[in-house]
């Protein structure tokens, strides 16, 4: 058994097919089959079911992939830790990071790094907060940053900015001239509500059952841009973390705040005890430094 089976492995159970595995990895579908076949022979077990269209793990697989991952990650911390021997400024950092918070914070962020660490680089994948979440804890991502709350026993939690969530309508809607807004006072609007990989979108239902009521969610999207052209057009209502409803058209759309606040709470999160790389640690003291709110 090698870390390339084991990679091949987690790559086929994570894309549930071997061909889309194969696509990912750069290699031939027969190369990552043989692998497959040839660490199922040496544990003396099957690890997927090819019964069917998709690759499934069997009961057995699940316990390999469980392991095979912790392996892989502890090997990935060995190179990690030989590099940071060699190299004090240069490193390569994974982060997650919905394009909510891009779009406010990261440009600005990475000029100001990468102007006192021009030798790291960075990969980016933006995606929901929940999404973030479970890739940090997988060890797929290094960090990320996210809208909490996130279990405080399986990350380490830095605070990054807190706003108010408010409440964007139009100005012809008939709750545009209100100076503040009760939860309550939602009950029988259109929401206009970020997608479920979102933390916010959880966060908004969960507002809503507290005060008795189950929200009519009329649309919902990933892309704030859009959800504010449709407030635009008077099509339903939404709720904005505050920086971004300043951001929004103000001859059409009037924000209002909430009686009782929600709080906009943004994180960067790393997953406990994993290794904290120069670079990772460079990274978290610049955020914690400087002023990118």
Not at 195 to 203: A, P
Not at 260 to 281: H, N, Q, T, V
Request: charge should be negative; aromatic fraction near 8%.
């Amino acid at each position: 058994m090698d870390v390339r089976q084991l990679t091949y492995f987690t790559e086929v159970a994570k894309q549930q097919s071997f061909t889309k595995a194969a696509h990912t990895l750069h290699v031939t579908q027969p190369t990552i089959s043989k692998m497959v076949r040839q660490l199922e022979m040496e544990l003396g077990t099957t690890l997927f079911d090819r019964s069917n269209k998709r690759v499934v793990l069997t009961d057995a697989g699940e316990i390999v992939l469980e392991r095979a991952v912790q392996i892989i990650q502890m090997v990935d911390e060995v190179h990690t830790v030989l590099e940071d021997m060699e190299h004090l400024k240069t490193g390569h950092l994974k982060l997650g990071m919905p394009p909510l918070i891009g779009i406010l914070f990261f440009a600005k962020m990475m000029k100001g790094f990468q102007a006192l660490f021009p030798e790291i680089t960075f990969q980016l994948d933006e995606i929901g907060a929940n999404v973030v979440k479970e890739r940090v804890l997988s060890g797929e991502l290094d960090a990320g940053f996210v809208m909490l709350p996130a279990h405080d026993e399986d990350y380490d939690v830095i605070p990054f900015v807190t706003a108010d969530v408010v409440v964007v309508v139009n100005r012809e809607h008939r709750l545009a001239n209100h100076q503040t807004l009760s939860m309550k006072d939602l009950m029988d609007e259109s929401l206009l509500l970020f997608s479920e990989d979102f933390t916010l979108h959880d966060r908004i239902v969960q507002e809503c059952e507290a005060y008795g009521f189950e929200p009519h969610i009329a649309f919902e999207s990933s892309h704030w841009e859009f959800i504010s052209q449709m407030i635009e057009h008077n099509l339903g209502i939404a709720l904005f973390p505050e920086p971004f409803a300043r951001k929004t058209n103000d001859e059409k759309i009037v924000s209002i705040p909430l009686e009782r606040p929600i709080l906009w709470e943004i994180a960067f999160i790393l997953k406990k005890d994993r290794y904290r790389s120069r670079a990772i640690r460079a990274f978290i003291d610049y955020i914690q430094n400087s002023n990118l709110a």
